[in-house]
């Protein structure tokens, strides 16, 4: 299915779900409306979960990362002196006697940013010791951003790394898909975390959803109804 197709599933569904959430017809018993819905919620979703996407194998980056680990006595030394040259850079002016507790010198991000294949290989291999990252409160978090800095500029200097990039960007729009459609199934609802996957993967396709998904919240009490429509229909069906 194409993008347009996608979006147009989903605000429909998004649609008819506001439709029979909100429904009310006299000529129907408390049961006869419950039914009616659960007949609704029945097709929307099967329409819903015939139009996920599937989501193509996830590239291995490691396969990448792992040709940057030195391999001879030349890889090593190289690296080393590598090491050498970020610490000089990074902490520049600095005294170790008083200990590393910040990047006095050039900003890691920025020697990463100008780095070949053979520095990026010694910056990821030194993070986890870098002092100021061994003494820093959100560690865990620094460490991840600057791992996810030295991809990106892999991918600039290694067409390895770069075809990886590219699988991976392809696979992500469908992925994102899979997870609006599935929220959208499971909750009646454009949940957060499957909008922003799909706002990383295609901006244009997010801009299409939301533009089209205000047109349920024109209908008055849709946004209360689903959910408690969905959970009726749930509860009488388990």
């Known amino acids: 299915m194409t993008r347009t197709d996608l979006t147009t599933t989903a605000v429909q569904a998004r649609r008819d779900l506001a439709a029979a959430a909100t429904l009310r017809d006299t000529?129907?018993?408390?049961?006869?409306?419950?039914?009616?819905?659960?007949?609704?919620?029945?097709?929307?979703r099967t329409t819903v979960r015939a139009a996920i996407p599937a989501i193509p194998e996830a590239p291995d980056r490691g396969l990448v990362l792992?040709?940057?680990?030195?391999?001879?006595?030349?890889?090593?030394?190289?690296?080393?002196?590598?090491?050498?040259k970020v610490h000089a850079l990074v902490y520049a002016g600095q005294d170790?006697?008083?200990?590393?507790?910040?990047?006095?010198?050039?900003?890691?991000?920025?020697?990463?940013a100008?780095?070949?294949?053979?520095?990026?290989?010694?910056?990821?291999?030194?993070?986890?010791?870098?002092?100021?990252l061994l003494v820093h409160d959100d560690r865990d978090r620094l460490l991840a951003a600057y791992e996810g800095l030295v991809w990106e500029r892999l991918t600039q200097v290694d067409p390895a790394a770069l075809a990886i990039a590219e699988q991976e960007s392809a696979a992500a729009e469908p992925a994102a898909w899979a997870a609006v459609l599935t929220d959208l199934a499971d909750t009646g609802d454009l949940t957060p975390e499957s909008l922003a996957l799909l706002?990383?993967?295609?901006?244009?396709?997010?801009?299409?959803?939301?533009?089209?998904?205000?047109?349920?919240?024109?209908?008055?009490?849709?946004?209360?109804?689903?959910?408690?429509?969905?959970?009726?229909?749930?509860?009488?069906?388990?």
């Open 27 to 44: 000529h129907l018993t408390p049961e006869g409306l419950r039914a009616r819905q659960r007949a609704d919620v029945d097709r929307i």
């Open 66 to 84: 792992d040709t940057l680990r030195p391999q001879t006595a030349d890889d090593h030394a190289a690296l080393s002196r590598e090491r050498e």
């Open 96 to 112: 170790p006697s008083q200990g590393f507790e910040r990047e006095p010198g050039m900003r890691l991000q920025d020697v990463i």
């Open 114 to 132: 100008r780095a070949d294949r053979t520095r990026l290989a010694a910056i990821l291999d030194d993070l986890e010791v870098m002092p100021h």
């Open 199 to 238: 706002h990383n993967a295609d901006l244009d396709a997010y801009r299409l959803l939301v533009d089209g998904d205000r047109v349920h919240i024109d209908v008055p009490g849709s946004q209360s109804a689903i959910p408690s429509m969905l959970a009726g229909v749930d509860s009488a069906t388990a």
